[in-house]
Structures are given as C-alpha cells and as structure tokens.
C-alpha cells in the first residue's frame, strides 16, 4: 500500500487495487466481484439496473414502420376530414363533439409523433408535427371567438327557444366597451 509523506497509508489505495483486480477479471471472463469485510471469499457484485427508453441497435423492424406509417395516414386522414365536417358546430353538445374530434387529432398527432422519435423516422415526425399544428389550429377556431380573442362572437350555449320555435334573447352581448371596465 502506498504511504503518504506524513508516514500514514492512503486511503484511496485499497479502492484502486480493488477497482483494478475488477479490470483484471473481467477481461477474463468472471463474474465481477468485492471483497468481503470478513476477509472472506468475494461477494457477487450486483449489476445496476438501467432505467429509460431502450434504444435498438439494429433500427426498426417493416412491422413497426408499416404500423408506424398507417398511424400516420390515420391522423392525417382524421385531420383533412376534420375541414369537411358535416354536423353543427356552432354551440352546446354538437360544439363538445366537434371539440372531442379535435382533441383526437392533437391525440393522434402526439402519438404519432411520440412513435416517429422512437423509431428514428424523421418525415414521419414531421408530419405529426404539422399534424399537431393542424389540430391547435381547428380547436382556435372554434375557442378563441368564445373566449372573446377573435373579432367574431360565439357563444359556448345555444339561446332556448321559446314557445313558437324562435330563439328567445336572453342578454344582450356586451360591447367592447362594456368588457373594458
């Protein structure tokens, strides 16, 4: 063991002989060990456990790219369809569903893009990507008029309707001026 100048042993000696007998071993085919505190034979030592994404080494099999790739045709299908909607969206339940389609294509648009980075499949991230632009734009579409961003009104509720079937007006809407105060 190597000593010191003041005449004392040091300290990180042991750990370098017993970190460099591991060196040793392992090139030789055995199982890595440490010393005992007894003295006795050594003990196995555990091998860490490695938490994370495990990255494969020899890239994606045709399987993960062919279902890969169908995901992304269903978003994107999804996605232009969403322009072609043929139910009411202006208020209430049809608005929720139409906000429910939405959020799947920003769903699908994750998903997706989530798969791409996993799978190392750059035009396929990217077009999730624009699939996920596509969807915050639909959803601003119809969120920002009734959060009072956009220059148009809508309202989140449909008026009632009265006894004869037209809409009863239930409170004016407030002007601008009336929302500065």
């Given at each position: ?25 392992a090139g ?80 699908a648009g ?72």
């Amino acid at each position: 063991m190597a000593k010191r100048p003041s005449g004392r042993p040091d300290p990180m000696a042991r750990e370098v002989d017993r970190l460099l007998a591991q060196l040793a071993r392992a090139g030789s085919g055995h199982e890595p060990s440490a010393p005992d505190g007894n003295g006795g034979p050594p003990r196995p030592i555990s091998q860490p456990r490695v938490f994370g994404v495990r990255v494969a080494t020899d890239g994606p099999s045709r399987g993960d790219l062919a279902a890969l790739w169908g995901r992304v045709l269903l978003g994107v299908g999804l996605g232009v369809l969403m322009t072609q909607w043929p139910y009411s969206r202006a208020c209430d339940l049809p608005l929720l569903g139409y906000l429910c389609a939405v959020a799947m294509v920003l769903l699908a648009g994750g998903w997706i893009a989530f798969e791409s980075w996993r799978l190392r499949n750059g035009p396929a991230h990217i077009v999730s990507l624009i699939l996920l632009f596509w969807g915050i734009v639909l959803a601003g579409e119809q969120l920002l008029p009734r959060i009072g961003y956009a220059a148009d009104q809508a309202r989140w509720r449909c008026p009632a309707l009265t006894p004869s079937g037209t809409p009863s007006v239930a409170a004016p809407a407030r002007s601008a001026a009336g929302r500065a105060r």
